[in-house]
């Protein structure tokens, strides 16, 4: 019995060990990825702001990042940098809920019933082909200058990759792994919850993460409409008033939150699929 419980306290704080090993070996992946997705930008940024200090470029069309980062400090201490911003992202999150519910439904029918997809998805297929600006008219006629109108564009350009990803990713599920549910005789509801979702998922979460970025994409057109806030104003002002420095201090506001927003999604889908056995989770370097 005191050799058995030796062994066991000696073989607790190896497992722990052992467990402890490949946490710490992730988050140095995850830190180093971060590191060097950071590279490239911070690198071309320090390049320019150099040419501009050495005389090589006068930055008045192109402004380096100290003059950027005044603007952003000028915009931050008026209050309009958060005005803007919240504006935008409450704009996109409206946009993009309504574009991923009808995307994700109209994907399931169409995806699930061959006649639905037949009767549907050429007319979808058509209307994918439309560029966003060209909706903004009839937008405006339908729905007036203000908030609806927005929205509705941004929901257009989210609800074509969802509905694509998802309708894609059911077409798709192996047909061997649904007759295995079908010999251990799953019922409808386990036969979804076991079998179709699982399969689905790592396309839908995909398709999320397109339909996000086109909705960062369709907001700038939507706040062309008349708006009198967003990021997508500060555009329009800069161009307008000859402000290249606030041109590009809204576009890099742009790639920040739009690069948090696809993380979230990512960082709040990932426990959905922790069950999947892929390459990139065995990457080691």
């Given at each position: 019995m ?25 988050g ?6 971060v ?60 946009g ?33 082909a ?13 729905l ?142």
């Open positions: 005191t050799a058995d419980a030796d062994t066991l306290r000696i073989a607790a704080p190896a497992q722990a060990g052992a467990s402890g090993r490949p946490r710490r070996k992730e140095r992946r995850r830190w180093r990825g590191a060097l997705g950071l590279a490239g930008p911070v690198a071309a940024a320090a390049g320019w702001e150099l040419a501009v200090r050495a005389g090589l470029s006068d930055g008045r069309l192109v402004p380096p990042p100290s003059r950027i980062a005044e603007t952003f400090a000028d915009l931050a201490a008026t209050g309009e940098l958060a005005r803007h911003t919240v504006a935008t992202v409450l704009r996109v999150a409206a993009f809920g309504l574009g991923a519910l009808a995307g994700t439904l109209m994907g399931a029918i169409a995806g699930h019933s061959g006649l639905a997809r037949s009767l549907v998805d050429p007319t979808l297929q058509a209307l994918r439309i560029p966003s600006i060209a909706w903004v008219p009839l937008f405006i006629l339908w007036g200058i203000f908030e609806a109108s927005k929205v509705a564009l941004i929901a257009v350009g989210v609800f074509f990759p969802v509905y694509l990803g998802v309708m894609g990713a059911i077409l798709s599920v192996d047909r061997k792994i649904v007759e295995v549910g079908r010999i251990f005789r799953l019922s409808g509801p386990a036969m979804v919850r076991r079998i179709l979702l699982p399969a689905v998922l790592p396309g839908y979460v995909v398709s999320l993460r397109a339909g996000l970025g086109l909705g960062w994409m369709f907001v700038v057109a939507a706040e062309f409409m008349g708006a009198s806030e967003g990021l997508g104003y500060l555009l329009v002002d800069g161009q307008q008033l000859g402000k290249p420095a606030e041109i590009v201090a809204a576009i890099v506001a742009f790639a920040v939150i739009g690069k948090t927003t696809d993380w979230l999604l990512v960082a709040a889908t990932a426990p959905f699929l922790r069950w999947e056995d892929v390459v990139a989770q065995g990457e080691t370097g």
